[in-house]
């Protein structure tokens, strides 16, 4: 396999769930895959790990063609790009085209972002991307419908291949407490790279009548501000966030916790965390890896309706409330704290549910479809081992 996007130690969220699909997929087929990264302006002396062997500049658009006979002359059988739209250059992205197109062999594109009322352009260069593609993934069947119904894709071409989730035992969060030195507090966390889109600050609002009701609730905010956010306009979000904590009198129960959280150490706040909140303003965001891991660690989940808050949530699976709207978040959340038993239900629902989105589910299901596309051979891929973890 080779795959193509962007790659750490780059800073993005296309970034991190490449290297998690990367390193599932090997995990559980034994295999070595290699890895074609993709610079924004300013990457080109960024130093990648070694199974990095060839890099795309976004904004030179020659580079798509030379890539392109890179990936022709590699013994790769398929190439996966992990796709969003400002990761290429073009007016949309559409430079991408030309890449898939000169490509001789299968092409799978995994769509992170699907617009339901897209501009003109967009339809157009997202229609070519698909056309192009020998098949499409996409992370939720909301995205699917939309492909099929807005875009007029083939149903046939697309593959619905969930966000991979940690696979970690539903459990108590004493431990994981004791471990932050937390206690007995009642955890409310969010995490990912900060931005003004997250609606941080109506949740920092609501905290306000929280705490009224449970002053042991602690609201933890785990992230750095976004690496473009900050070459933009530096810490200005999250100096605004802090000044809000200040004035509302939430030093106590309010923590922006400052860094690039390592799998690990995700996974221990996570387990810690007794509900996850995702007060995000973009109400047709289609996938969000912090809630598929949230689901996937059985936890309580508060968020906005977004488009794949409202597929991901149903059934009891968790709860919604109003964008902007912090009374609806401080109301929701104390019902929860208050009611322990209906906390306790929704948890192992989303826990129950986030079963069939753990790692070595999503690297079957692109292995099958990997296998299905690539050229014949006398052999096929099988997973090596039912247990399997993602490396930190």
């Known amino acids: 396999m080779l795959f193509l996007g962007s790659f750490p130690p ?44 060839g890099r795309l500049a976004q904004h030179d658009r020659s580079s798509y ?80 419908d939309i492909l099929v119904r807005r875009y007029g894709v083939d149903a046939s071409k697309i593959r619905v291949i969930h966000h991979g989730v940690p696979d970690v035992p539903f459990g108590s969060t004493d431990i994981p407490k004791a471990a932050f030195g937390l206690g007995s507090r009642m955890v409310i966390s969010t995490f990912g790279l900060i931005n003004r889109g997250k609606g941080l600050e ?47 009198g939430l030093h106590d129960n309010v923590r922006l916790v400052d860094h690039y959280l390592a799998f690990s150490e995700l996974i221990n706040y996570l387990q810690a965390t007794d509900i996850y909140l995702t007060p995000y303003l973009n109400p047709v965001q289609i996938v969000s890896g912090t809630l598929a891991y949230a689901v996937g660690c059985g936890k309580a989940v508060v968020s906005t309706p977004y488009l794949y808050a409202e597929e991901l949530l149903a059934h009891g699976r968790g709860f919604l409330v109003g964008f902007r709207d912090a009374a609806s978040i401080s109301n929701t959340i104390t019902a929860l704290l208050d009611d322990p038993a209906l906390r306790r239900s929704t948890e192992r629902r989303a826990y129950k549910f986030g079963r069939q989105m753990t790692w070595p589910h999503v690297a079957d299901d692109y292995g099958r479809l990997f296998t299905e596309l690539a050229p014949r051979r006398d052999r096929s891929l099988r997973g090596r081992t039912a247990e399997f973890a993602l490396p930190a």
């Open 65 to 144: 063609g030379a890539v392109a006979r890179f990936i022709n002359a590699d013994p790769c059988d398929v190439l996966n790009i992990q796709h969003e739209y400002g990761l290429f250059g073009g007016e949309d992205g559409e430079w991408i085209v030309d890449l898939i197109s000169a490509v001789t062999k299968p092409v799978i594109v995994s769509l992170h972002t699907v617009l339901p009322e897209p501009s003109l352009n967009h339809l157009r260069v997202a229609r070519k991307i698909c056309a192009s593609a020998s098949a499409v993934v996409v992370l939720s069947q909301t995205g699917q």
């Open 202 to 248: 109506y949740a920092i609002e609501a905290m306000r009548e929280i705490v009224k009701g449970h002053p042991e609730a602690l609201f933890l905010i785990l992230g750095q501000t976004h690496p473009v956010i900050r070459r933009n306009e530096g810490e200005t979000y999250r100096e605004s966030l802090q000044a809000s904590i200040i004035e509302y």
């Open 10 to 53: 780059r800073e993005c969220g296309i970034a991190t769930f490449m290297k998690d699909v990367v390193d599932c997929y090997d995990a559980y087929f034994g295999t070595m895959s290699k890895i074609i990264a993709i610079d924004e302006p300013g990457g080109e002396d960024r130093v990648y790990p070694p199974e990095v062997i």
